[in-house]
């Protein structure tokens, strides 16, 4: 009975993760309007279910990717590296920019872990391996597909929002170095504009080494600028909606 009685719990524990997990996709979802959620899902689903949670190549979301493509607006993108929070408090009080936690797709799944398992049909949310324990996970290979998506689809000045208080704040094994850079292309992305954040103790400004391998990385034909802001200063604008965003740094 007790063996019962445990089985029941564990099932029902499970049957609950699973279900709480797509409710939150598909209620992210349906806040855009117009989109199909449930095609959505299943396209998302078919990436990882039923699969070894450290054999799942970035390749695996292409079909998530055609039907939930991240469509910026020109001159409004804005990539970020090391400044996560920063970033977002400012984009989610002013209308100024967009970033990829903005799209579909990566509003729906930011802060959301997941995997399969061979031989079940399920999806998990513990258990699952973390960001470094194996490459090929299941969101670790989502972020870089989404990535690689948003980076594609860039056009017009795209902005960087990078960290001045660590000692190399392009880092070359990043997303934004690895895949978003790369990605893109002079015939749409006119150039790229670096805000370094400096507080305080600014411990890397835009004569920094590791800037000038971004350049190198850049598609000939886009420019490229680099401009010192405070985070205090970016938290002002933030919370000043009369200043016009293009005054903000
Ligand atoms: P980053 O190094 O700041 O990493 C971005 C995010 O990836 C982190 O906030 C974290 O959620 C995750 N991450 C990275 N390394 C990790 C680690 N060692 N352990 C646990 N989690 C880790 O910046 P990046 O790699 O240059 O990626 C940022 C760019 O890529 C952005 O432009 C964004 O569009 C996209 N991105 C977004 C997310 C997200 O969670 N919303 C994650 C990865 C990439």
């Not at 804005?78 to 970033?99: A, I, N, P, Q, Y």
Request: charged share 25%; hydrophobic share 35%; aromatic share 10%.
């Amino acid at each position: 009975l007790v063996f019962v009685i445990v089985g029941v719990a564990l099932g029902v524990t499970l049957r609950h993760e699973n279900d709480t997990f797509q409710e939150t996709f598909i209620s992210r979802c349906e806040k855009f309007k117009g989109s199909d959620c449930q095609k959505i899902w299943r396209a998302f689903e078919q990436a990882y279910v039923g699969r070894d949670p450290c054999n799942v190549p970035m390749e695996e979301y292409n079909p998530l990717v055609a039907a939930a493509p991240p469509q910026p607006a020109c001159n409004r993108i804005m990539l970020w590296s090391k400044t996560k929070d920063v970033v977002h408090d400012f984009t989610e009080k002013r209308d100024c920019f967009g970033t990829l936690e903005d799209t579909l797709l990566g509003s729906v799944l930011d802060d959301l872990t997941w995997c399969g398992k061979e031989g079940s049909s399920e999806t998990f949310t513990t258990g699952c391996p973390g960001w470094t324990d194996c490459e090929k996970n299941p969101v670790r290979s989502f972020w870089y597909r989404a990535s690689a998506a948003f980076a594609d689809a860039a056009c017009g000045d795209v902005t960087a929002m990078l960290n001045g208080s660590i000692s190399t704040p392009f880092y070359p094994t990043s997303i934004f170095g690895s895949i978003e850079v790369k990605r893109l292309n002079s015939t749409r992305v006119k150039s790229l504009n670096v805000v370094l954040v400096t507080e305080q103790n600014e411990v890397a400004n835009c004569t920094n080494a590791s800037l000038k391998d971004l350049q190198k990385e850049l598609d000939k034909g886009i420019k490229y600028n680099c401009k010192e802001v405070e985070k205090s200063q970016i938290e002002e604008c933030a919370s000043d909606p009369q200043k016009p965003c293009g005054a903000c740094w």
